[in-house]
């Protein structure tokens, strides 16, 4: 499976953005997308997961500003709508597709940069 992520920028502390990523191959159907981040210096984290039947998942620290969405449909696309963005979430977010969410590995995409500034 190949994801192809978008949406990335640079935005003023308390703007919002929205992420798309488009998965394309051999898609299950099961499966479950989501979205990780890393920012500089800090280790990768979850952000946001989503199954194929719709249900979200969301790390504590996550909920309130992020919201994860997808289109079953022949697009088979994931987007991350992210308000109320803070200088610390800044980083380069990327998308990842798993058939199984609780084993690691699976298909990640290339990333896009978010930088939030002041």
Do not use: H
């Not at 022949?74 to 308000?83: D, G, H, P, R, S």
Request: net charge positive; hydrophobic share 35%.
């Amino acid at each position: 499976v190949q994801l192809q992520a978008s949406g990335g920028g640079s935005v003023q502390a308390g703007g919002s953005l929205r992420l798309s990523c488009a998965a394309s191959g051999r898609i299950s159907s099961t499966n479950t997308l989501g979205w990780y981040r890393q920012a500089p210096g800090k280790q990768r984290e979850l952000v946001a997961s989503i199954n194929s039947d719709g249900s979200a998942n969301y790390p504590d620290s996550m909920k309130g500003r992020f919201a994860i969405s997808r289109d079953n449909t022949a697009k088979n696309t994931v987007y991350l709508q992210m308000n109320n963005l803070q200088l610390d979430d800044t980083g380069v977010y990327y998308c990842v597709y798993r058939i199984v969410w609780a084993l690691p590995g699976g298909s990640w995409g290339q990333g896009t940069l978010v930088t939030v500034s002041s």
